[in-house]
């Protein structure tokens, strides 16, 4: 196992270079890939290159610099429609998940009595919009904060307009049964968007075979810069589809003549206006590049390895409840969240403690799923969220760290 894990991560770790850095003067142990992943060198150098060499605005300069960045930002897209198996025309790029996921709550046109269905166990990004948009109708969830997937059929009636899931939940690391769900809500006509921030890097994904009618994601949590992510529909949605916002870039044509009538220009354009983020979208195209060249299936086989690892090293130390312990490997990414009973400590000063005494960068508290905690009956929890490029020497140290804050 040791093998498997080692030898994917070190082929790739000297190409990024945060992971050089110490903390606290001990080798900096980084296990935050769930909030956001360190950036490899090709990223880093695309974005430079584009500061460098071919700043200019995109699809609007006749000089070569602005064909040069059109070029880099059209690549991008290209190269993204291409790992999630889309065409470039169904991607609509927009900040991040959380406002590709606004954009389908009002690009549904949802009245109050509207009804969404998701696991209640999901990020805020994927709650508070139903709350603000037609009718939330969560699914419930257990003690450790894996869905009731059983009860999803019986939630969804007429009343239903959208089934919204996590594709791998943030605190958990479960992997939701995308297939049964999609089957379930289309016996129903229903259609369903899937939540993709935490699995766009970890797992293979072809919206084909997912299918699921909207895709979600963020660059920052797959190697690439913040600032940008996507949104992915069918054409037909993206065609009727109300604009939720205006301006330049987004226009065919406009006249004077005619008050309130301009023509948009074709998706996944009219929803773009505005000079977007060019550099970050550039960089997030050498990501997915840089993601492609290693594979997502020797991702994932080293997930899997890294998954019984971490859990197996967790589940030994005494006084350490992980959530979601039982599911099976293939149900799961590498990713444990649990709290450490530790006399007088917050969950959020042990990973402080991890931090200052072994380097080991972690995330605590509510990971924006104050209701999952709340059903848990838990104040707060670590997350440790490795990525294909940490060892087992790193999981050694945080383990090293946990067992000796439990006692
Ligand atoms: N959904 C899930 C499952 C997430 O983990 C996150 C980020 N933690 C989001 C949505 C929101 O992503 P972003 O902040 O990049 O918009």
Known sequence: MKETIDGHARSVRSQIPLLTRELCGRPLVFLDNASTTPKPRSVIDAVVNYYERSTANVHRGVHSLGE?????????????????????????????????????????????????????????????????????????????????????????????????????????????????????????GVPVLLDAAQSLSHLPLDVAKLGVDFLAASSHKAFGPSGVGILWSRKEFLAKCPLYQVGGGMISLNNDIDVGGFVPRDAPFKFEAGTPAIEATIGFGAAVK?????????????????????????????????????????????????????????????????????GVC??????????????????????????????????????????????
């Open 68 to 188: 040069e960045a059109t070029r880099l930002f059209d690549d991008a897209r290209r190269e993204v429609a291409a790992l999630i198996g889309a065409s470039p025309g169904e991607v609509v790029l927009v900040r991040g998940t959380t406002e590709a996921i606004n954009f389908v709550a009002n690009g549904l046109e949802l009245g109050p009595e509207d009804e969404v269905v998701f696991p209640a166990s999901e990020h805020h990004a994927n709650w508070i919009p139903w709350r603000v948009h037609g009718k939330p109708v969560p699914v419930p969830i257990d003690e450790d904060g894996v869905p009731r997937w059983e009860t999803i059929e019986k939630l969804i009636t007429s009343k239903t307009k959208l089934v919204s899931i996590g594709h791998v939940s943030n605190v958990t690391g479960a992997i939701a049964p995308v297939e049964e769900v999609v089957r379930i809500a289309k016996a129903r």
């Open 290 to 358: 840089w993601m492609r060249a290693i594979g997502m299936d020797a991702i994932r086989q080293h997930d899997l390895a890294m998954s019984k690892y971490l859990f197996e090293g967790l589940s030994d130390i005494p006084g350490v409840r992980i959530l979601a312990k039982k599911l099976p490997y293939e149900q799961r990414i590498a990713l444990a969240t649990f709290v450490v009973d530790a006399p007088a400590m917050t969950q959020e000063s042990v990973a402080r403690a991890l931090c200052d005494m072994f």
């Open 362 to 407: 972690v995330s605590a508290g509510f990971h924006c799923t104050h209701v999952l905690h709340a059903r848990a009956h838990l104040p707060g929890t670590v997350r440790a969220s490795p990525h294909v490029y940490n060892t087992t020497e790193e999981i050694d140290v945080l383990l090293e760290g946990v067992r000796e804050i439990a006692s």
